[in-house]
């Protein structure tokens, strides 16, 4: 049986894949996570919501890439 939604084409497939990349990635990384404060010096100022989002944004599109076979280097 075919799952609804799915259309029975791979673009729909593809992107959940680069999701899920995606969420890996974040996860392992912290990135996109709000900067946590410590002692001592710190290298640069927490980036602002807009700045997060366009980078998460970015990573989405390097993933779907990847996926889609279209970039050998991401």
């Known amino acids: 049986m075919e799952s609804v939604g799915n259309g029975g084409s791979g673009a729909r497939r ?12 974040a996860g392992s990384t912290g990135f996109g996570r709000a900067a946590v404060p410590s002692t001592g010096f710190s290298g640069s100022a927490a980036p602002k919501p807009e700045e997060q989002v366009n980078q998460l944004l970015d990573l989405y599109g390097r993933c779907l890439t990847v996926v889609n076979g279209k970039g050998g280097k991401a």
């Open 14 to 25: 593809n992107e959940d894949i680069a999701l899920d990349l995606l969420k890996f990635v």
